[in-house]
């Protein structure tokens, strides 16, 4: 029996709000400043996001470190508003944009409960930060559902497999394409079987015997805020110059008109050929 598997970006499950993020910025820096207008506050803190989207996706690659990332977001929200905020108050007002478990749990469910079934699996993916892990690593704890950690990293929520950019230190399209590698890669102790009986099988017959449907979900992009959208669109740019020999099978997944677990199992879903800059 063919093993239905399916990968789907974190986010498009536990969906962060910027917006969210900048109205708390705006309210504590408005708060600390005896004259200040909450409009212009807002708008300053929407340009520093914007014009440090370079320094948090470097973030989310694992390129620069938590402290380093913070320090210098600090400083260019002071040059931007004139208050200097400590770290705990940055990390308060940056954690706002991270949604509550009420606001995920019945997604995460039918994730979790697709991925229970026989020959059936989900794969996390995620373009994010130790930041954003660690408020999702308390939401799980609060509302006791199952993670694992390693290495001090979040590997596994509710059973399904979680692979991060910045762990991996890999952009989305790579980690999409190593994810694909690894499941068409039999385990050690699968490969030494097939050693130890003189490579009677060879690894593309062992692979055989056990077929993958892979499939990528994707959301429909519909990305309100201005600095995601213009984000995601200097990203996909970049990643097309790279990765254009790639290709994945993808589901175009409309989250708003249909169930997760609905899409999940409908055999009938249409799916494409995608680059991975169009992922």
């Known amino acids: 029996m063919v093993k239905q598997v399916r990968i789907i970006s974190l986010g498009e499950i536990i969906t962060p709000n910027i917006m969210n993020a900048i109205?708390?910025?705006?309210?504590?820096?408005?708060?600390?400043?005896?004259?200040?207008?909450?409009?212009?506050?807002?708008?300053?803190?929407?340009?520093?996001?914007?014009?440090?989207?370079?320094?948090?996706?470097?973030?989310?690659?694992?390129?620069?470190?938590?402290s380093d990332f913070t320090q210098q977001m600090i400083d260019a929200l002071r040059k931007a508003t004139g208050v200097e905020l400590t770290i705990s108050e940055f990390d308060h007002s940056w954690n706002e944009m991270n949604p509550q478990f009420n606001q995920f749990?019945?997604?995460?469910?039918?994730?979790?409960?697709?991925?229970?079934?026989?020959?059936?699996?989900?794969?996390?993916?995620?373009?994010?930060?130790?930041?954003?892990?660690?408020?999702?690593?308390?939401?799980?704890?609060?509302?006791?559902?199952?993670?694992?950690?390693?290495?001090?990293?979040?590997?596994?929520?509710c059973g399904i497999q979680l692979y991060t950019t910045y762990t991996m230190q890999q952009n989305k399209a790579e980690l999409i394409e190593s994810t694909i590698k690894k499941l068409n890669t039999k385990m050690p102790y699968q490969s030494n079987l097939v050693n130890s009986i003189s490579n009677v099988l060879s690894i593309e017959q062992a692979r055989a015997s056990e077929p993958l449907n892979i499939k990528y979900i994707r959301c429909v992009n519909?990305?309100?805020?201005?600095?995601?959208?213009?984000?995601?669109?200097?990203?996909?740019?970049?990643?097309?110059?790279?990765?254009?020999?790639?290709?994945?099978?993808?589901?175009?997944?409309?989250?708003?008109?249909?169930?997760?677990?609905?899409?999940?199992?409908?055999?009938?879903?249409?799916?494409?050929?995608?680059?991975?800059?169009?992922?």
Request: zero cysteines.
């Open 23 to 66: 109205q708390a910025f705006t309210s504590l820096i408005t708060g600390k400043k005896e004259t200040g207008n909450p409009s212009e506050i807002g708008k300053a803190i929407g340009i520093v996001l914007q014009q440090n989207v370079n320094l948090i996706n470097n973030f989310k690659l694992g390129k620069l470190d938590e």
């Open 105 to 157: 749990g019945a997604l995460l469910a039918q994730a979790t409960e697709y991925n229970s079934q026989p020959n059936q699996q989900i794969i996390f993916i995620s373009f994010t930060n130790p930041k954003d892990i660690r408020n999702l690593i308390k939401e799980l704890e609060s509302n006791q559902q199952h993670y694992q950690v390693a290495n001090d990293q979040l590997v596994e929520i």
């Open 222 to 279: 519909d990305i309100k805020d201005p600095i995601l959208k213009e984000d995601t669109n200097q990203t996909n740019q970049k990643v097309e110059k790279t990765a254009e020999a790639f290709f994945v099978d993808t589901i175009i997944w409309n989250k708003w008109e249909q169930s997760l677990s609905d899409m999940l199992n409908n055999q009938q879903v249409v799916s494409r050929q995608m680059t991975a800059s169009k992922l």
